[in-house]
């Protein structure tokens, strides 16, 4: 199996799947899940480890990355209604983001979820770290800052960085497009 998920790189794509997501059972929780992912451009294993009292009412929230072990700044000011909203009525204590047997849900559960969208949006290019590679692509267009980009994924160099987003990809296919020779 080729592992090639990519960052959705449109609004309309980012709206797409928001909806696709929307549809399963869990819509509300899966929806969100989304809207964190790409607005924080943390790894699923460290969406899944927030908390609803950690989240609930912040506009920023120190975190520690499971895999590198480094803090982190979550900058949530955007997201503060919506998890407000998401959050209300349930204890501090509760995983943000529960399965549908309570508890955690699990990143195995989440990439379930988003095959069955992608499979309705008829793409094979969605996986878990979709949401990550969102940010970073976004983050990269909105402001040309790679070396904060680089900084916030914690990658050895920008290389590494502009790979991981996709942007390569999308020069080469600039220059590429109209390049000939001989025609």
Sequence with gaps: MHYN???????????????????????????????????????????????????????????????????????????????LHFTQYRAPSEPLFCSGRGGALTVNGVYRIFQTASDFLERDDIGTHTLRKTFGYHYYQQTHDIASLMMIFNHSSEQVTKRYIGIERDNMEQQLWDFRLGV
Excluded: C, H
């Design 5 to 83: 998920v990519e960052p959705l790189r449109t609004s309309q794509e980012i709206d797409d799947f928001l909806w696709a997501v929307s549809q399963a059972r869990y819509g509300e929780r899966n929806r969100m899940i989304v809207l964190v992912g790409i607005n924080t451009g943390l790894r699923m294993s460290d969406i899944l480890r927030l908390t609803v009292g950690q989240v609930r009412g912040k506009e920023r929230v120190m975190i520690i990355e499971q895999k590198t072990g480094k803090k982190r700044w979550l900058f949530l000011k955007n997201l503060k209604s919506e998890l």
